[in-house]
């Protein structure tokens, strides 16, 4: 059984983790979906939503892009980090448990710079 979440704007990966509307949550077995769930982002804090999603299970986290805070944090709980995506929610999980997507380490490093596109931050 693997959790996989999904930082996600209206079903598609989000282009910044913390700022995303929700957080679509995978339950998955045998490289098959059984579950879909969408959970409100319940807030951007420094530190808190890896926690939350950690609490919540979660193995793998989707996402376009993401400071290097929280990629620390993911990495202390042992969640998989995938950034630099784009597409379909659904679509991404799916590559994901087919062994297609691979994170491309767009990873913020200052949320000043929000238009920095080439590294996937921005959005």
Request: proline content about 2%; hydrophobic content about 35%.
């Amino acid at each position: 059984m693997l959790k996989i979440a999904v930082a996600s704007d209206n079903k598609n990966v989000s282009g910044h983790f913390g700022h995303c509307q929700t957080f679509e949550i995978f339950e998955t077995d045998k490289g098959a979906i059984l579950t879909e769930k969408s959970v409100d982002n319940p807030g951007h804090k420094p530190g808190f939503l890896p926690n939350f999603l950690n609490d919540l299970g979660v193995n793998v986290i989707i996402s376009g892009g993401m400071g290097g805070g929280a990629v620390d944090i993911f990495n202390e709980h042992n969640i998989e980090v995938i950034v630099g995506v784009q597409g379909k929610a659904r679509d991404m999980v799916t590559a994901y448990l087919k062994g297609e997507l691979e994170s491309t380490g767009s990873v913020c490093h200052e949320h000043a710079h929000e238009h920095e596109h080439e590294h996937g931050c921005g959005e």
